[in-house]
């Protein structure tokens, strides 16, 4: 399986993106798909992630309430949308996958498929 990010930009504070990863050259039913995003000095950090069967979603508190995740099954496509941006939001956003049991979705580390990564600005 591929992944391949999209839909990043420049928006200003309170404003909305959508991120979409597309999954090419499998199926994802066994799968749990997560977005992660890296600012700039910091470490990656976990954001919200989709268990493909079953619809199970997390997301970090830092986005709780703001950002959505989804997915367009036919299309094997993962959405994130993101609302009310603060420019603390600002980081390239990556998508992943992993097998790994739900109560260690928000490690990093336990994912080995990423897409390449789409930058996300919030700036006035």
């Known amino acids: 399986v591929q992944l391949q990010a999209s839909g990043g930009g420049l928006v200003q504070p309170g404003g909305s993106l959508r991120l979409s990863c597309a999954a090419s050259?499998?199926?994802?039913?066994?799968?749990?798909l997560g977005w992660f995003r890296q600012a700039p000095g910091r470490e990656r950090e976990f954001v919200s992630a989709?268990?493909?069967?079953?619809?199970?979603?997390r997301y970090a508190d830092s986005v709780k309430g703001r950002f959505t995740i989804s997915r367009d099954h036919a299309k094997n496509t993962l959405f994130l949308q993101m609302n009310s941006l603060k420019p603390e939001d600002t980081a390239v956003y990556y998508c992943?996958?992993?097998?790994?049991?739900?109560?260690?979705?928000?490690?990093?580390?336990?994912?080995?498929?990423w897409g390449q990564g789409t930058l996300v600005t919030v700036s006035s």
């Open positions: 992943a996958l992993t097998r790994i049991v739900w109560s260690e979705i928000g490690n990093d580390k336990r994912y080995y498929i």
């Open positions: 050259g499998g199926t994802l039913n066994s799968y749990t």
């Open positions: 989709f268990r493909w069967s079953g619809g199970t979603t």
